[in-house]
């Protein structure tokens, strides 16, 4: 297929007037086809950019520069028409400046390089929850990604062509080949010209200069988290930060679980989780991302809009994530900033395991001795979910799945138990509101010191966050709804000489349990000042080997620390000004009189 063919005149014009611009060599419309894949990933090989592993199957290494290696939030920008739509949680440029600054950096960007049209679906393609996207980017390493992460093909055009919406995404690594300029393996712009935009208006994605991860994959955070949680809030339904799970009781009985945690939190361990307690099943539906809509039974419905897993390979293991580790050994899997062992495999911190050389992500000889880090700490693994031995077989239900809880969490040392029960709906906008991790405090009057990250969209949601709160508050008022319920939950409580209370990893299943039992209305909760948690003996710890403080510790209300609390989150909740809903301040004073 080429530019020519398409007939819808909003694409071809979009699709004609970067391609003016940048001025590539080439211009290739991706079919989502294996031999294409295959092609590109070879060509990279012979480039350089890409090594070929001798294992996992099928599989390929690259690094990027050492100047591109994470999201860069400082970089990333909302261009709402008016600044007070951005909130105080983004960064916002004017969209006209931006656009007429774009004029100028995309002027040539793609001089000597191919021109890739990616026609996508985040979800899968019949789905009523699911939205296309078109992504034209100078990255072949980006195409390779985007055909693990979403499902790419000309049937989108199709749809597109029969008048279905797309969001357009527009990606430049901001490295033209004019002149005597030589390619490098990750080409990418400096710091100061690198910009991800986002122009929630007109569903547009702009970012230049960065190749990696989030700022280029613009199907993940850019289009699934930032410009649908704009869709969401104007067409009534819900984007958000959060795994999908389905947890199936020894009875048979079945629930999906959707939980929020901020990244690098082991959303993706959760999601695979091996439970520790008999009989209890956990298999995946996501690990990053749901979209959410009201079924006509009230019920919310959920779906995974992506294809793959984009995970952090440091920390993954055997013993952290067996199924993780079982997806990627099953090949087609491709590992940035990773080591690489001196057998074609690869390898990163916590592996299990213990190569005694290796070559590291900065391409210099490594051995336990070189006292620096093998891989970078924000390696990734692209693997497909489809692959998975713990996938669900209804993860790609177009319909979606039912969701009967929600999980909010952050990583808290003090104060915040193990696990709670909001009062009600409004009491859990609160709670995912006020979702904070504990700062790794500098200095000792920084102790203590909250990192609030509501929702754990902090850097994702892609509007004002007082009227994302507002948006929580009304899906809870829809007539007819069969709400979720909502819990807190905390994996990282310590002790006061350090050491973790719970044990987490498989034993979060006992929590999942309690949950579940919840949803079904059990009697085994007690209603405290700050919601309900586990009456005694009814959270599951057989077997588990867990002193009785601890566990006290675990399943107390410290009403001295929470009342600690309070004043950060009225310095929190004060940022968002008059746009923060009078509910919140509610929740607040109720809860700080219940506090007495
Ligand atoms: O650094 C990046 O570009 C990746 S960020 C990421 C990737 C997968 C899942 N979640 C995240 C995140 O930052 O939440
Ligand atoms: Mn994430």
């Given at each position: 297929m080429q530019v020519s063919d398409i007939t819808n005149s909003n694409l071809k014009t979009w699709l004609q007037k970067w391609i003016d611009l940048c001025e590539p060599t080439d211009v290739v419309i991706c079919d989502g086809s294996k031999a294409q894949y295959d092609q590109l990933c070879n060509m990279m090989v012979k480039s350089g950019a890409f090594i070929k592993l001798d294992k996992p199957a099928n599989s390929y290494h690259t690094r990027s520069d050492k100047t591109d290696v994470a999201r860069v939030e400082d970089r990333t920008y909302i261009c709402s028409a008016r600044q007070e739509d951005a909130g105080p949680t983004n960064h916002w440029k004017d969209p006209k400046e931006m656009r007429a600054e774009f004029d100028v950096l995309f002027k040539?960007?793609?001089?000597?390089r191919t021109l890739y049209v990616i026609p996508f679906s985040m979800g899968p393609i019949e789905s009523p929850i699911s939205k296309y996207g078109i992504e034209i980017t100078d990255s072949p390493y980006v195409v390779v990604n985007m055909c693990i992460m979403t499902r790419v093909g000309t049937a989108i055009i199709k749809k597109i062509e029969a008048g279905a919406p797309f969001v357009k995404c527009m990606h430049s690594v901001g490295y033209p080949l004019d002149g005597d300029t030589a390619d490098v393996p990750w080409p990418s712009a400096p710091v100061e010209k690198k910009y991800i935009t986002h122009f929630p208006e007109d569903r547009e994605i702009i970012s230049f200069g960065s190749g990696y991860g989030g700022n280029a994959l613009?199907?993940?955070?850019?289009?699934?988290?930032r410009i649908a949680s704009v869709q969401a809030r104007d067409e009534g339904w819900m984007a958000e930060h959060m795994l999908i799970l389905k947890l199936t009781s020894p009875k048979g009985e079945v629930k999906y679980v959707a939980a929020a945690f901020p990244s690098a939190c082991g959303k993706t361990n959760l999601a695979m989780m091996e439970p520790s307690i008999p009989g209890w099943k956990v298999e995946t539906i996501g690990d990053d991302i749901a979209w959410m809509k009201f079924g006509p039974d009230g019920q919310l419905y959920a779906i995974n809009p992506e294809a793959g897993f984009f995970g952090v390979a440091p920390g993954t293991s055997m013993k952290s994530n067996p199924n993780a580790m079982r997806t990627i050994n099953r090949g087609n899997s491709i590992f940035t900033n990773t080591a690489i062992t001196l057998d074609g495999g690869v390898w990163w911190e916590d592996h299990d395991d213990k190569p005694a050389q290796l070559v590291d992500w900065r391409r210099r000889p490594w051995t336990p001795a070189s006292g620096v880090k093998a891989a970078h700490p924000n390696a990734r693994f692209t693997t497909p979910?489809?692959?998975?031995?713990?996938?669900?077989?209804?993860?790609?239900?177009?319909k979606g799945v039912p969701i009967s809880a929600f999980l909010f969490g952050g990583r808290r040392k003090?104060?915040?138990?193990?696990v709670n029960e909001a009062l009600d709906w409004e009491h859990g906008v609160f709670l995912g509101a006020t979702m904070a991790s504990e700062t790794t405090a500098a200095n000792l009057a920084e102790v203590g010191k909250l990192r609030f990250d509501p929702f754990a969209m902090l850097p994702f949601c892609g509007y004002h966050m007082g009227d994302y709160f507002k948006h929580w508050l009304k899906i809870g008022k829809k007539a007819g709804a069969k709400l979720p319920k909502i819990f807190y939950v905390n994996w990282f409580r310590r002790g006061e000489?350090?050491?973790?209370l719970w044990p987490g990893f498989g034993d979060n299943s006992r929590v999942l349990e309690w949950v579940f039992n919840r949803c079904n209305d059990a009697p085994t909760a007690r209603k405290t000042p700050i919601g309900y948690l586990p009456a005694e003996g009814t959270l599951n710890v057989k077997g588990l080997d867990i002193p009785a403080s601890d566990l006290k510790d675990l399943l107390e209300v410290d009403v001295q620390g929470w009342k600690a609390v309070v004043p950060q989150i009225e310095e929190h909740f004060a940022k968002f000004g008059d746009r923060l809903p009078k509910e919140m301040m509610q929740q607040l004073e109720a809860l700080k009189a219940r506090l007495g």
């Open positions: 040539g960007s793609m001089k000597g613009l199907g993940k955070k850019c289009f699934a988290l979910a489809g692959q998975c031995p713990v996938i669900a077989p209804e993860w790609e239900d177009p003090t104060v915040v138990p193990l000489d350090g050491h973790f």
